[in-house]
C-alpha cells in the first residue's frame, strides 16, 4: 500500500464563482430563495449542480414564454387581423407552415411555391429543422389545426436548443456557471424564444464557444459552420477571433476553425447548390434585395425623410459600418492594455452587426443573449438592456396593432414606435460601452476581478501577446517589469462594499 508522501495530491478544482458574493442585485434577488449562500455552507454534495439548476429554470422559463402565447395559440393567430399583435403573441412558425409550402408536402428549396415567395427564404440547415418539424406534424384535421401542431412541435424542438444554450453557457466559463441564470431569466429570451427558428442558430453558436473554451478549435468550427448554414450572424465570430489569435500567435488553432467552419458549412449547403441552386440562392438574394424593415435606425430616417434612402445605398452603407466596426474592434484588441476576451468581441461584433443592419426582428435578441451573458455578467447592466429590450417588443406589436386595426388605430402610433427603435438601440449601445471600458480598464471586468484571464478563450486563456501595437498600448498597472506574460489580475484585494463598479 503506498504511503502519504508517495500518493499525489488530488489537484483541487477552482472555487465556483458566486455572483451573490459580489454582485448585489444578484444577492437582493437571492432573498426570494432564502437569501445568499452562506459562508460556511457546503458545496458539491448534491444532486442538484448549478450547471442542472441553470438547466432547469431555462426550461421552465420557456414554457412560461408557451403559455404567454396562449391567447394566439387559442385563436388570435387566425382571427382577426390585429388581435395577434394586441397580445404580443405572434409567431411566424404556424403562418409559414401554409405559406412555405409544408402543409402540401412541398421540399424547400427544389419545389418552387405558389405567391410572390417562390422559394423558402431561409439558410439551408433552418429549413432541414423546419422540413424535419412538418414531418412530425399530424396531417389529419383543418388546416388550423395542423398549424396549431406545427407550432407545438416546433416549440418542443426549440426548447431542446434553449436547454443545449443554457448548459453551454454555463459550463463556458468553468469558474461561472451561476451566470447562466442571467439567460435563464431573461425576459426578452422567454418572450422571443419560439417567433422564429433563432435558437437553432443560438444554440449552436453557444456549443461552439463552448467548445473553444476547451480548447477544441477543430469542432469549435464545425459548430459555427453549421451555425452559419442555419443563419448568418455567427460568421461574424470569425474577425474577432483572427484579431485575438493574431495578437497571442495562435495562427495553428485560428485555421483549424477556419477549416472546420468552411468544412461543416460546405457539406450541409453543397447538396443543394449543386442540384436547387435557385432556391438555394433565394436566401442570399431576399437579404440583399429586402427593403428597409422594423427596429432599424434606417427605418426612423425613412419614415421621417421626404428623401429615404435607396436599398442599394443602405446596403452597402451598412457593409461598411459593419467593416468599420471590425476595424475598431481589430484597434481595440491591439491597443487595449491586456488583450480582451473572446466574448467581449464576439459580442461587440455581432451587436454591431445588429445595429447596422436594415431589418432588426424581435427574436434578434436571442443572437445577442448568450454572448451579453458571458462578456459582461452584471444583473445590473444586463437589467437594463433587458429592459430596453422588452420595451421594444411591446413597441413593435403595438405598432403593428396600430396599422392593422383600420380607423379604430389600436396601439402605438408611428412616433412612439419610434421611440421604441430608440430605446433598443441605446439600450444595445449602453452595454456596449460598458464591455469596451471593461477591455480598456480591465480591472473594472468582472470576470478577470475574479481572478480569471479569459475562461472563454481556450488556447488563448493566459496566453503571452506576441503582437501589439505598443506605441498606442495602455500602461499595464503594477506589471512587473522583467516579466515576459501579461499579469492577467487576481482576487480584488479590496472588500466587496469598497469595490468601484
Known amino acids: ?91 411566424d412558425i404556424p403562418h409559414l407552415f401554409q405559406g412555405r409550402g409544408f402543409a402540401d408536402g ?153 477549416a472546420g467552419a468552411a468544412g461543416a458549412w460546405l457539406v450541409v449547403n453543397l447538396p443543394v447548390m449543386l442540384f436547387a441552386f435557385e432556391g438555394w440562392s433565394k436566401f442570399y438574394r431576399f437579404s440583399h434585395d429586402r427593403g428597409i424593415d422594423f427596429g432599424s435606425f434606417w427605418l426612423i430616417w425613412s419614415q421621417n425623410s421626404g428623401h429615404p434612402p435607396s436599398i442599394d445605398f443602405v446596403n452597402t452603407t451598412a457593409s461598411a459600418l459593419v467593416v468599420v466596426s471590425f476595424l475598431g474592434i481589430a484597434a481595440l484588441t491591439f491597443t487595449a492594455p491586456r488583450r480582451p476576451r473572446f466574448a467581449q468581441l464576439a459580442f461587440l461584433m455581432v451587436a454591431a452587426f445588429v445595429l447596422t443592419n436594415k431589418v432588426y426582428s424581435p427574436q434578434y435578441v436571442l443572437w445577442l443573449v448568450p454572448l451579453a451573458v458571458l462578456a459582461r455578467p452584471k444583473w445590473r447592466d444586463f437589467l437594463i438592456w433587458q429592459a430596453c429590450e422588452v420595451a421594444y417588443f411591446l413597441g413593435i406589436w403595438l405598432y403593428l396593432a396600430y396599422t392593422t386595426s383600420g380607423d379604430a388605430h389600436k396601439g402605438l402610433p408611428t412616433e412612439g414606435y419610434h421611440w421604441a427603435i430608440a430605446l433598443h438601440l441605446l439600450g444595445t449601445l449602453y452595454l456596449c460601452a460598458v464591455v469596451v471600458r471593461d477591455i480598456l480598464r480591465p480591472e473594472r471586468d468582472v470576470v478577470r476581478r475574479s481572478g480569471d484571464d479569459d475562461p472563454s478563450g481556450g488556447v488563448l486563456d493566459g496566453a503571452p501577446d506576441h503582437f501589439v501595437l505598443c506605441g498606442l498600448r495602455h500602461p499595464e498597472p503594477d506589471a512587473p517589469e522583467e516579466s515576459s506574460r501579461t499579469d492577467w489580475g487576481g482576487p480584488d484585494p479590496l472588500p466587496h462594499e469598497k469595490r468601484s463598479l
Open 1 to 91: 500500500m503506498p504511503s502519504a508522501e508517495t500518493t499525489p495530491a488530488r489537484v483541487r478544482e477552482p472555487e465556483t464563482v458566486r455572483p451573490t458574493r459580489e454582485d448585489d442585485i444578484a444577492a437582493a434577488g437571492s432573498e426570494l430563495i432564502g437569501g445568499p449562500l452562506g459562508r460556511r455552507a457546503l458545496t458539491g454534495m448534491s444532486w442538484w449542480t448549478p450547471v442542472r439548476v441553470v438547466a432547469l429554470v431555462a426550461i421552465s422559463m420557456f414554457a412560461l414564454g408557451l403559455v404567454q402565447k396562449a391567447p394566439c395559440y387559442d385563436g388570435a393567430w387566425f382571427f382577426g387581423a390585429s388581435s395577434q399583435y394586441t397580445h404580443a403573441c405572434y409567431s
Open 106 to 258: 412541398l421540399v424547400p428549396y427544389f419545389d418552387k411555391l405558389p405567391g410572390d415567395m417562390d422559394y423558402l427564404e431561409y439558410p439551408v440547415l433552418t429549413g432541414v429543422f423546419m422540413e424535419a418539424a412538418s414531418w412530425l406534424t399530424p396531417g389529419s384535421g383543418s388546416i388550423q389545426r395542423q398549424e396549431q401542431w406545427y407550432w407545438f412541435v416546433n416549440a418542443g424542438m426549440l426548447m431542446v436548443c434553449a436547454a443545449v444554450i443554457a448548459v453551454s453557457v454555463s459550463r463556458t466559463h468553468r469558474r461561472r456557471p451561476w451566470d447562466g441564470l442571467l439567460l435563464a431569466l431573461a425576459p426578452a429570451f422567454v418572450l422571443t424564444a419560439t417567433i422564429n427558428w433563432d435558437l437553432l442558430a443560438v444554440a449552436l453558436t453557444a456549443a461552439a464557444m463552448l467548445m473553444w473554451s476547451r480548447g477544441r478549435a477543430v469542432a469549435f468550427g464545425v459548430l459555427l459552420g453549421l451555425a452559419t448554414a442555419a443563419k448568418l450572424y455567427p460568421l461574424v465570430l470569425l474577425g474577432p477571433l483572427l484579431v485575438l489569435c493574431w495578437r497571442a500567435g495562435k495562427w495553428r488553432e485560428f485555421f483549424q476553425a477556419v
